[in-house]
Each structure stands twice: as C-alpha cells, then as structure tokens.
C-alpha cells in the first residue's frame, strides 16, 4: 500500500473537513473525486503532512506522515493554487526547488533541465512565470512536484483551467508517469477526466468517502436506481409494446429525435423512444434478443445514466 488512513478526522472549528476516513490506497493512478468543498484538499494536506489530524492517523509509505521531513524526499506535491513566484523564470524556479531538495550545484541543473524537458517546457524555461499561459503554469508546478523523483505523487486539481489540448497532455504525461512506477493520487471534481486517466476512484462528499474501488465496482453500487435508455428505430410503438411486458420497465416516452442528447441519426426514417428501466442489467441483456425474434431494428442506443457522473449523483442522494 501507499496510503493508510484509520479514522482520519480534521475539523475547523465547528466545521468538519474530513469525517473519519478509513482507507487502503494501492500503487497505480488512484482518482479522488468530489464536488468543490467535499474535502479533497483536506484528506490531500493530512496526506502530505502539511495539517495535522485531529483523530486517527495516516500512513504514507509506510510512515508516520506528520512531522516527518524524510518523507518529503519520497512524495511530490502539486497544489491546487499557484505557488509560483511570477518574477522567476521557469528555469529559476525549478532550479529554486532542487536546491531546496538539498542537491549539489551540478546537479541541481541537471536534473532542472531534464524535469523541464519532461513537462515540454524547455522551450519556455528562461521566460518569466508571469507570462506564461493557464497550462504552462499547470506544468511548472508539476515539474517542481517531480524535480526530486519522488515515488508518489499528490495532485490536487491538476486539470483546473486547462484547454482540451492542456488535458490532453497532462493526461497523457501523467499515464507516462504512472508507466515508470509512479504512483499518483489525483483530485478532481470533473468526474470524466478522472474516469479517462484511471479505473481506480474514490469517492468524498461531505468529509466522507462515499466509495471506493473500480469503476466497475462502484456502477454495481446502482443497479436498482432507474436508468433512461435512448433507443433510435423505425418501429418505435411496436418496440415499446415488446418491452412494456417485464415488470422492471418504468416507463416508455415517445420523443423527437432532436431531443436525444447523443449523436445525429444516421437515418432520417427513424424515431426515438426513451425508456426507464429499474434493472438497466436485466433490460440490456435481454434487448438483443428481443430485437431479433421481434424483427426490429435499433439504430443507435444511448443512456446518460451509464456514466461516472450518475454514478456520482446517484451515491450523494
């Protein structure tokens, strides 16, 4: 394991960040996924050492994290905030880091140029941070977060005010990062860009982990909440009179097909039809072969409930 917390709680007066966390955290890309305020930051900072926990306590490594400075040479930290001072140069900053990493002078510039060449920012390196683009900045506090070669890395919001070419690549650099052996633990309240880095997720609201495991696991945690299925056919009454039968279908909605929130038909000919299922399981694995003895056919099938974000939705309410 990487992490082990045991009843970790944090409070603010009478405001609770974290409310008794018990968790196992496993090498790989672990995403930790929540709304603003559900207490990322918190459980990140107890992680990292910077607060101290009011109860219970947390392991990183295998070690004791409060007041514990060897640990900082095993961990990187990228915040979500900008910690960089706007005068340096990248290359100034970087090279800041490593001399705080306690490196000698030669190699302090080594390893600031190849931590650079890492995050593709050596062609930027000797411009002022204040001029540098959301995602530049984004990359700089990621590469003082590997200037050091930690083992294990904490990312809090890493994806923040990114274009969709900056998400991309951090998305990318950091599958690349995890392909070398190290671990990330990263924060996000975007649920599909967590979902696009990694299987593994946890899931807080309120201070509390609502979940934790795969992807998988946890869509299995919601199976008995109702599930919308968009179907595109040229028979759409005929197929609502074959499904309305089983006792797990809801509801049938005859709808226009610009309402459908997917893809354009392919076939102008057809209609849509929306229906609620409460055992989306039971109803995908009899579909097919309801089609075939029924002599219908389906264009296109598509359910927003069948995502990270339902998911998400269904475990807070």
């Given at each position: 394991m990487i992490v082990q917390t045991?009843?970790?709680?944090?409070?603010?007066?009478?405001?609770?960040?974290?409310?008794?966390?018990?968790?196992?955290?496993?090498?790989?890309?672990?995403?930790?996924?929540?709304?603003?305020?559900?207490?990322?930051?918190?459980?990140?900072?107890?992680?990292?050492?910077?607060?101290?926990?009011?109860?219970?306590e947390v392991k990183v490594l295998n070690q004791t994290v409060w007041n514990n400075p060897e640990l900082t040479r095993q961990v990187g930290y990228c915040p979500d905030i900008e910690l960089a001072y706007q005068f340096m140069s990248g290359h100034e900053f970087i090279t800041f880091f490593a001399t705080l990493s306690g490196y000698d002078e030669t190699e302090v510039e080594s390893r600031s140029l190849q931590v650079l060449e890492t995050v593709d920012m050596l062609p930027a390196k000797d411009r002022p941070i204040a001029s540098y683009s959301k995602g530049m900045r984004q990359r700089i506090k990621l590469a003082q977060a590997l200037v050091h070669e930690p083992e294990l890395l904490f990312l809090d919001e890493p994806l923040t005010g990114l274009d969709p070419n900056g998400r991309r690549y951090v998305l990318s650099l950091l599958k690349e990062l995890a392909d070398k052996g190290i671990s990330i633990i990263v924060s996000s309240h975007i649920l599909y860009e967590i979902e696009a880095l990694t299987e593994t997720i946890l899931l807080i609201h309120q201070g509390r982990i609502l979940a934790e495991g795969t992807i998988s696991d946890i869509r299995e945690l919601i199976d008995e909440h109702p599930h919308k299925v968009y179907l595109s056919t040229d028979e759409p009454r005929r197929l609502a009179q074959v499904c309305l039968p089983f006792a797990d279908i809801l509801s049938v909605t005859f709808v226009d097909s610009s309402d459908i929130p997917s893809?354009?038909?392919?076939?102008?000919?057809?209609?849509?039809i929306i229906i609620e299922t409460a055992k989306p399981d039971a109803f995908y694995a009899r579909l097919p072969e309801l089609l075939i003895e029924n002599e219908l056919n389906v264009s296109q099938l598509y359910s927003p409930d069948d995502n990270?974000?339902?998911?998400?939705?269904?475990?807070?309410g």
């Open positions: 045991e009843n970790l709680s944090k409070w603010y007066g009478e405001v609770m960040g974290v409310n008794d966390i018990s968790l196992t955290i496993h090498p790989g890309i672990t995403g930790l996924l929540g709304p603003n305020g559900a207490g990322k930051t918190t459980l990140i900072k107890l992680m990292t050492g910077q607060l101290k926990p009011n109860q219970g893809e354009p038909q392919e076939e102008e000919e057809s209609s849509d990270l974000s339902s998911v998400f939705k269904y475990l807070v």
